[in-house]
């Protein structure tokens, strides 16, 4: 506070305690060319179209609001899914904490590593999917994160990779800001699937860049909860090669802040991208806003699209989707989909939509529907006149709502470990 | 069994009051059926006793075995032992007919502290349940009620009868939509549930369902009230000459 009086520039002041990370040269070319990207864009405002429904002042501080450390003995999402690990606490990868990098099936690298390197097929990938996704929406905190990103991983999958990969959060430090940037690459016909989860840090900013080639398939299943003072950004960037496959599913419960975006690029054709979302908020135990924001763009011929959202929110929670699918002008037979609902259980909650469909192509196939309801009465009395308690019949009524969402994670395993995450949520926040 | 003494009820939303001074007493063992117009009420009085929303009653008491019905909430009056055949079955999306019958059956032991069934067992026996209504393993996994046909929908609120082995069954126009061998099944189903220790509530407009459910008492409701009670025939009564003589005989 040296002088009240002079405005600093907000950007400025963001940026001020962060240093761009050494590495070889053309990684720190790459730092820099984010740098100006974010430079040229500024950091969002209130007052921007696409942060028009969640307020980014807290992700443009200067520093991480203060978020306590939440403490359970329950085990981790994922835990009994035989996995490789790799876990960052507030943003730092643990070494002792992870498994041996090594997998049949892929190359897993400490993103220094590759960015320290030389010569590294990183050098063609670090950046580019975000850069390609800042039009025709800026993204300027994916900018950030490009530049700014202090650890992560790289992912080459060259075959079927033996086990998921699970990356775990762990927040241990109440301060703590954390910066990670994954990026991944699928090879020709290989397959990966990535598993994220746990707090991660008092703000964290997330970027995934995901390139999958001709017939690759990658998974990914999150599960974001348990810390009900999160504030999070994260982003997932992909661009889909021929006949190859994309399908991340999340799960998010509590939050005061947390906007995931998607950016999706289908650029081979007979690709499929499926992106679903399944979130939970309660306003009587802290503060919940959830931003659902994806940009589908279908750059090829007969790919399939599907968007799947649900939320449901009680006790003034607050949910936003923004959905958009574009479909170029020679993406003939395209199959595009997208649904965003939100189950309100009172009237203090809100639920903010804004789909949107941009069609080129004449021969296509694309719907889209947005839904605000409250809990079906005449249901929850069919329910409960057969001797249902009202609480445990709510909750039929809630997983028959999220179920288009959850059914959208392929593997059963995964699928009951979310299931179960989410009964024990609903368990905790009976009406 | 069930006593309903001068129960009056209006809707919540509105100022219409539509029970006006039902009495009505159901011993344990026996059926009693209601007959009776449009919109004379018999609807309103079985969401009125199994709970739900809506109805403000203004005076009167139903006692099950002795407890006042009325404060208890629509799981307490099931585990009680109310249940009721919905005339309009509900259509519940994403919600497995298994799952929530399973739910259910289990709850209401729970809730009187009795052992939950194993889902073996459960399955075990709704399967046959389900067999003697013609209810076939795919609508077991449907979910509830959604695509089923009229009378499918009445025949599975029978096999939800049959699980939750209620003690006071109000049935609500169960045989409307009823094919002739569907409505046999129904009846078939309730015959077997009858026993010394249930009673029944059979709302009908025909009586064609109790020439198959035998009822010992025939109420007749009109304008909210039970105007004329009897045996067995009047059932035939109504059937021959309508309500016109009945209504004019107690106005
Ligand atoms: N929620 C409501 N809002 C307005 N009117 C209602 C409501 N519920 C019941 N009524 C009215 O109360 C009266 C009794 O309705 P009810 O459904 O109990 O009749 P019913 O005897 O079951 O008729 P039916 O033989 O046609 O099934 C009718 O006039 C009906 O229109
Ligand atoms: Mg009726």
Same mark, same amino acid.
């Given at each position: 506070?040296?002088? !009240?009086?002079?405005?600093? #520039? !907000?950007?400025?002041?963001?940026?001020?305690?962060?240093?761009?990370?050494?590495?070889?040269?053309?990684?720190? @070319?790459?730092?820099?060319?984010?740098?100006?990207?974010?430079?040229? *864009?500024?950091?969002?405002?209130?007052?921007?179209?696409?942060?028009?429904?969640?307020?980014?002042?807290?992700?443009?501080?200067?520093?991480?609001?203060?978020?306590?450390?939440?403490?359970? #003995?329950?085990?981790?999402?994922?835990?009994?899914?035989?996995?490789?690990?790799?876990?960052?606490?507030?943003?730092?990868?643990?070494?002792?904490?992870?498994?041996?990098?090594?997998?049949?099936?892929?190359?897993?690298?400490?993103?220094? /590593?590759?960015?320290?390197? @030389?010569?590294?097929?990183?050098?063609?990938?670090?950046?580019?999917?975000?850069?390609?996704?800042?039009?025709?929406?800026?993204?300027?905190?994916?900018?950030?994160?490009?530049?700014?990103?202090?650890?992560?991983?790289?992912?080459?999958?060259?075959?079927?990779?033996?086990?998921?990969?699970?990356?775990?959060?762990?927040?241990?430090?109440?301060?703590?800001?954390?910066?990670?940037?994954?990026?991944?690459?699928?090879?020709?016909?290989?397959?990966?699937?990535?598993?994220?989860?746990?707090?991660?840090?008092?703000?964290?900013?997330?970027?995934?860049?995901?390139?999958?080639?001709?017939?690759?398939?990658?998974?990914?299943?999150?599960?974001?909860?348990?810390?009900?003072?999160?504030?999070?950004?994260?982003?997932?960037?992909?661009?889909?090669?021929?006949?190859?496959?994309?399908?991340?599913?999340?799960?998010?419960?509590?939050?005061?802040?947390?906007?995931?975006?998607?950016?999706?690029?289908?650029?081979?054709?007979?690709?499929?991208?499926?992106?679903?979302?399944?979130?939970?908020?309660?306003?009587?135990?802290?503060?919940?806003?959830?931003?659902?924001?994806?940009?589908?763009?279908?750059?090829?011929?007969?790919?399939?699209?599907?968007?799947?959202?649900?939320?449901?929110?009680?006790?003034?929670?607050?949910?936003?989707?923004?959905?958009?699918?574009?479909?170029?002008?020679?993406?003939?037979?395209?199959?595009?989909?997208?649904?965003?609902?939100?189950?309100?259980?009172?009237?203090?909650?809100?639920?903010?939509?804004?789909?949107?469909? $941009?069609?080129?192509?004449?021969?296509?196939?694309?719907?889209?529907?947005?839904?605000?309801?409250?809990? /079906?009465?005449?249901?929850?009395?069919?329910?409960?006149?057969?001797?249902?308690?009202?609480?445990?019949?709510?909750?039929?009524?809630?997983?028959?709502?999220?179920?288009?969402?959850?059914?959208?994670?392929?593997?059963?395993?995964?699928?009951?470990?979310?299931?179960?995450?989410?009964?024990?949520?609903?368990?905790?926040? +009976?009406? | 069994?069930?006593?309903?003494?001068?129960?009056?009820?209006?809707?919540?939303? $509105?100022?219409?009051?539509?029970?006006?001074?039902?009495?009505?007493?159901?011993?344990?063992?026996?059926?009693?059926?209601?007959?009776?117009?449009?919109?004379?009420?018999?609807?309103?009085?079985?969401?009125?006793?199994?709970?739900?929303?809506?109805?403000?009653?203004?005076?009167?008491?139903?006692?099950?075995?002795?407890?006042?019905?009325?404060? *208890?909430?629509?799981?307490? +009056?099931?585990?009680?032992?109310?249940?009721?055949?919905?005339?309009?079955?509900?259509?519940?999306?994403?919600?497995?007919?298994?799952?929530?019958?399973?739910?259910?059956?289990?709850?209401?032991?729970?809730?009187?502290?009795?052992?939950? *069934?194993?889902?073996?067992?459960?399955?075990?026996?709704?399967?046959?349940?389900?067999?003697?209504?013609?209810?076939?393993?795919?609508?077991?996994?449907?979910?509830?009620?959604?695509?089923?046909?009229?009378?499918?929908?009445?025949?599975?609120?029978?096999?939800?009868?049959?699980?939750?082995? !209620?003690?006071?069954?109000?049935?609500?126009?169960? /045989?409307?939509?009823?094919?002739?061998?569907?409505?046999?099944?129904?009846?078939?189903?309730?015959?077997?549930?009858?026993?010394?220790?249930?009673?029944?509530?059979?709302?009908?407009?025909?009586?064609?369902?109790? #020439?198959?459910?035998?009822?010992?008492?025939?109420?007749?409701?009109?304008?909210?009230?039970?105007?004329?009670?009897?045996?067995?025939?009047?059932?035939?009564?109504?059937?021959?000459?309508?309500?016109?003589?009945?209504?004019?005989?107690?106005?």
């Amino acid at each position: 506070m040296a002088n !009240p009086a002079v405005k600093q #520039d !907000p950007l400025a002041a963001r940026i001020e305690g962060l240093t761009l990370p050494d590495g070889a040269g053309w990684a720190n @070319d790459a730092r820099g060319a984010a740098l100006s990207r974010l430079t040229a *864009m500024g950091l969002p405002r209130k007052r921007d179209e696409y942060w028009k429904y969640s307020d980014p002042t807290t992700l443009n501080a200067p520093e991480a609001p203060r978020a306590g450390l939440f403490v359970t #003995d329950e085990a981790m999402p994922f835990s009994d899914t035989d996995r490789l690990k790799i876990v960052f606490v507030d943003g730092v990868y643990d070494a002792d904490a992870s498994d041996d990098l090594t997998m049949e099936g892929v190359e897993i690298e400490r993103l220094s /590593d590759a960015l320290g390197r @030389d010569i590294h097929w990183a050098r063609d990938y670090y950046g580019v999917l975000e850069t390609r996704g800042q039009t025709p929406v800026e993204r300027p905190l994916a900018a950030l994160n490009t530049a700014f990103a202090t650890d992560g991983v790289v992912i080459r999958a060259t075959g079927k990779a033996a086990k998921p990969i699970s990356l775990i959060y762990l927040h241990k430090s109440e301060t703590s800001d954390a910066i990670l940037h994954h990026l991944v690459k699928v090879e020709e016909g290989a397959s990966v699937t990535v598993l994220e989860n746990g707090p991660a840090a008092a703000r964290f900013s997330k970027c995934m860049e995901v390139e999958v080639a001709d017939g690759g398939q990658f998974h990914h299943v999150r599960a974001q909860g348990r810390d009900h003072e999160r504030r999070a950004s994260t982003h997932m960037f992909a661009r889909l090669g021929q006949e190859s496959v994309y399908k991340s599913f999340t799960l998010t419960v509590n939050g005061i802040l947390t906007r995931n975006e998607q950016v999706v690029e289908i650029a081979g054709d007979n690709a499929v991208a499926h992106i679903a979302g399944a979130a939970l908020g309660d306003g009587a135990t802290g503060a919940f806003h959830h931003d659902d924001t994806v940009f589908v763009t279908h750059d090829a011929v007969d790919c399939e699209s599907r968007q799947v959202f649900k939320k449901v929110l009680r006790n003034g929670a607050e949910g936003v989707f923004q959905g958009k699918i574009l479909v170029k002008p020679h993406a003939q037979k395209t199959d595009g989909y997208q649904l965003s609902q939100s189950l309100l259980l009172d009237e203090d909650s809100s639920f903010q939509a804004k789909p949107e469909l $941009e069609i080129y192509a004449d021969d296509v196939q694309c719907s889209h529907g947005s839904t605000t309801g409250a809990i /079906d009465e005449e249901a929850l009395f069919y329910l409960r006149s057969r001797g249902v308690p009202e609480g445990a019949a709510t909750d039929l009524l809630v997983l028959a709502f999220l179920a288009e969402a959850i059914d959208e994670i392929e593997d059963e395993s995964l699928r009951e470990d979310i299931l179960t995450r989410l009964q024990g949520w609903l368990d905790r926040h +009976r009406g | 069994m069930l006593e309903i003494k001068n129960l009056h009820v209006s809707l919540e939303e $509105e100022d219409k009051q539509i029970l006006k001074g039902v009495d009505l007493t159901v011993e344990a063992g026996k059926v009693h059926a209601i007959m009776g117009p449009n919109g004379s009420g018999k609807s309103t009085l079985s969401y009125v006793l199994s709970g739900r929303d809506g109805y403000e009653v203004t005076d009167g008491e139903a006692l099950l075995n002795g407890e006042d019905l009325l404060e *208890m909430e629509p799981e307490e +009056r099931a585990a009680a032992g109310v249940f009721l055949a919905f005339q309009y079955p509900v259509e519940i999306p994403g919600v497995g007919n298994m799952t929530f019958l399973r739910t259910a059956v289990n709850a209401q032991r729970k809730a009187r502290g009795e052992e939950e *069934m194993s889902a073996a067992e459960f399955l075990k026996v709704i399967r046959e349940k389900a067999k003697a209504l013609k209810i076939d393993a795919d609508m077991l996994k449907r979910p509830v009620n959604v695509g089923f046909s009229g009378g499918e929908k009445k025949r599975n609120e029978i096999l939800q009868m049959a699980m939750l082995e !209620p003690k006071m069954c109000i049935l609500d126009e169960t /045989d409307s939509g009823l094919d002739v061998d569907a409505m046999k099944l129904v009846a078939e189903g309730v015959n077997a549930l009858r026993d010394e220790g249930r009673g029944f509530l059979v709302i009908t407009h025909y009586q064609r369902l109790l #020439d198959h459910i035998k009822p010992d008492v025939v109420h007749i409701m009109a304008g909210g009230r039970i105007v004329k009670t009897g045996g067995p025939e009047l059932a035939l009564e109504v059937e021959q000459n309508g309500y016109a003589d009945i209504l004019a005989e107690v106005a």
